[in-house]
């Protein structure tokens, strides 16, 4: 079946405008994760979602940043007033279930920010 | 507090030569631990994981790793590398407290083949 989708594929912008990432869960996952992945940091974890709400947004690097879920489908990620530092990798995963930590996440192939 | 240390950020080996990426942890709580994969231009694919049942863990493409909690290391290691093995690979630990799951990064080990 089709796996996780993340568009667009690659996004450039100027430093001060808003950004919207967008995740397609595979279908039926409950859970899903957005990560993103700057040069040489390694994988950083931002927020999960357990159907349209959003347990721990503890990873969210700052008040830009804001994701919603609906229908317990689609998210989407926004990133209000994009810094050069927000320039990175960003990653939606989706799973079965988000309380089980051995459940395998599966992994979009991400959305290139650069900040111009 | 969980976290992940790869010790090393660049493993160059032959083709055929075993490989071996090396990773430790802490963890609070039993840990489970992943190794994922990330080929140029694609997203993570899972290689295999522990969850506190066999500590010899197999997984796709020959790699296994071994959980060792008297060391707290998971390395990854295959006996004989291929030129499609090329790749970024990350060690992961998950904390087991329900109702907070959340995975931890390692920061990443280039592995490079060489022909």
């Known amino acids: 079946g089709a796996g996780v989708s993340q568009s667009p594929s690659n996004k450039v912008t100027e430093k001060g405008k808003d950004v919207e990432l967008r995740c397609d869960p595979i279908?039926?996952?409950?859970?899903l994760y957005w990560y993103r992945q700057s040069l040489g940091q390694g994988l950083e974890f931002l927020i999960y979602f357990q159907g349209n709400s959003a347990p721990d947004k503890s990873g969210l690097p700052s008040d830009r940043f804001s994701a919603e879920r609906t229908g317990g489908s689609v998210s989407t990620l926004t990133i209000q007033r994009t810094q050069q530092e927000d320039s990175a990798v960003y990653l939606c995963a989706s799973s079965t279930v988000v309380l089980r930590p051995t459940d395998t996440q599966y992994f979009g192939p991400g959305t290139r920010l650069t900040v111009l | 507090a969980q976290s992940v240390t790869q010790l090393d950020s660049h493993v160059s080996v032959s083709e055929g030569t075993p490989v071996l990426l090396r990773c430790n942890y802490s963890?609070?709580?039993?840990?489970?631990l992943f190794w994922y994969v990330q080929h140029p231009n694609k997203g993570l694919q899972l290689l295999l994981k522990?969850?506190?049942?066999?500590?010899l863990v197999k997984g796709i493409n020959g790699f296994e790793a071994e959980f060792k909690k008297s060391e707290t290391s998971f390395h990854l290691t295959k006996p004989s590398a291929h030129m499609s093995d090329a790749a970024e690979y990350f060690c992961?630990?998950?904390?087991?407290?329900?109702?907070?799951?959340?995975?931890?990064f390692g920061t990443g080990t280039r592995l490079t083949i060489i022909p």
């Open positions: 522990y969850t506190s049942a066999a500590t």
């Open positions: 963890s609070s709580y039993s840990p489970s």
């Open positions: 279908s039926g996952h409950t859970a």
């Open positions: 992961v630990v998950s904390d087991q407290d329900f109702g907070n799951e959340k995975l931890t």
